[in-house]
């Protein structure tokens, strides 16, 4: 069973399994709703208007990568 980092605080989220949390990819509702905040404070940002249904899975496939290295180097 891998983990990942909660986007909000940094502690490890289980990925799979029966210790992974409802609110995953955070560890608790609370870091879950303060990442929602961050986006209704607009402190995050799309850069750029996605054009294609290629891009989207581009993007989804770079984050999933970049998760999986995060997890790696613990």
Known sequence: MGSSRCPTCGKPVAKSGPDRPKSYPFC???CKL????????EEYR???PIESP???????REEEERLDAESAGE
Do not use: M
């Open 54 to 60: 290629e891009q989207v899975e581009e993007l989804l």
């Open 46 to 48: 799309i850069p750029a």
């Open 34 to 41: 303060v990442d929602l905040g961050k986006w209704f404070d």
């Open 28 to 30: 608790s509702d609370r």
